[in-house]
């Protein structure tokens, strides 16, 4: 789970900060300095980076022919950059991580939005959330490159605040179907005091 801080001054204002907890629980790691690399589907072992200066040295080494993911966010590097060495340390800085991964899966929000019509209804954002989500795991939607695809523009619909804390908690809450339907009785309450100890007096 990210700091609220950290989420209210780095992310990109235009999604709202459950969503960004979403986004970051369902792609993201909670390292700065990690980095996945896979080529071809299969995924590279690298060692793990003492410094962020370690870590822009191993996104150099192997962005070539793999696709290299950093930071909280995942992001993948060297996206609409020329060559390896303008890579910079801040890729793996959480907070210009978290700016620049958030920015570009609010693109990827509105893109998916706008493939199913722009709909105004926030039923529809688990949906549109979940394919975002595999759009940025894939770097595809319908055949098209997201990461390098114009953005749309617009706002994004969706969850407010209430109805994504009432998803996460709905489980818990939950009542069992004799809580709901039969009221309580007397009879069927579980022991509360532990009365081995004294069994045998009077």
């Given amino acids: 789970m990210l700091e609220a801080a950290l989420v209210k001054e780095c992310a990109d204002p235009s999604l709202k900060p459950a969503i960004v907890q979403q986004f970051v629980q369902a792609v993201g790691s909670d390292d700065p300095l ?3 690399v896979k080529s071809g589907g299969r995924l590279i072992l690298i060692p793990k980076p003492k410094t962020p200066e370690e870590a822009i040295e191993i996104v150099r080494e ?3 022919g793999s696709v290299v993911r950093v930071g909280l966010t995942q992001i993948p590097a060297g996206i609409g950059l020329r060559d390896a060495s303008e890579l910079k340390a801040d890729l793996v800085d959480p907070c210009a991580n978290l700016r620049m991964g958030t920015m570009m899966f609010a693109k990827i929000l509105r893109i998916v ?3 199913y019509g722009n709909p105004t209804s926030e039923e529809v954002f688990p949906q549109l959330f979940d394919d975002a989500v595999h759009a940025w795991q894939t770097g595809k939607f319908e055949g098209e490159s997201v990461f390098q695809a ?3 523009g ?4 969706q969850k407010s605040e209430e109805a994504v804390d009432d998803a996460e908690e709905a489980p818990e809450a939950e009542a069992t179907p004799q809580e709901k339907d039969e009221p309580s009785k007397p009879d069927d309450a579980g022991i509360r005091v532990d009365l081995t100890r004294i069994s045998g007096q009077k």
């Fill in 34 to 36: 990690a980095i996945t």
């Fill in 62 to 64: 192997n962005i070539g």
């Fill in 113 to 115: 939005a706008n493939w």
């Fill in 150 to 152: 114009e953005n749309p």
């Fill in 154 to 157: 617009g706002a994004v619909v």
